[in-house]
């Protein structure tokens, strides 16, 4: 499995088909802004997701991962372990000293377990509110 960086001009159609595909929200190109990473084997890509990072505390969240609907689960599974070994090398050189991990699916979060994440709060649900920015005052 190879990774390469996500590219809003090049991925982000992509990454909204994928969203449509399995009836999630759609979210606006600027949210995709942090370090991403598509992994993909030939020209088939199977999976995006991003790193955002806090740099003041050493804390960096991996979240928003998304799979090819038509990626079989052999190859969503080596997609994962991809992104999340660049992702911890990434964060690694980054002097990050926490890596989260944000799951909608339980499959997932078991693959996570597996590469060494520790689950936190059983029962922790991720929410989300969506913003309007407001203009800068003058």
């Known amino acids: 499995m190879n990774i390469r960086l996500y590219s809003n001009e090049n991925d982000y159609q992509m990454v909204c088909d994928w969203w449509t595909k399995r ?3 759609i979210l606006g190109s600027r ?4 370090v991403g990473y598509v992994a993909h084997e030939g ?28 990626a079989p689960i052999s190859q969503v599974i080596k997609a994962h372990d991809a992104i999340v070994n660049a992702f911890k090398l990434f964060a690694e050189i980054e002097q990050c000293v926490i890596m989260l991990a944000f799951y909608e699916r339980p499959s ?18 991720q929410l989300f ?5 407001k203009e800068e005052a003058a």
Request: hydrophobic share 45%; aromatic share 10%; with cysteine.
């Open 108 to 125: 997932l979060a078991r693959l996570a377990v597996k590469q060494g994440f520790q689950v936190n709060h059983e029962h922790t649900t």
């Open 23 to 25: 009836s999630m929200p």
């Open 129 to 133: 509110m969506p913003l309007t920015p």
């Open 43 to 70: 020209d088939k890509d199977i999976a995006c997701a991003w790193l955002y990072m806090d740099y003041a505390s050493g804390v960096c969240w991996l979240n928003l991962f998304i799979t090819n609907p038509e």
């Open 31 to 34: 949210v995709l802004q942090a």
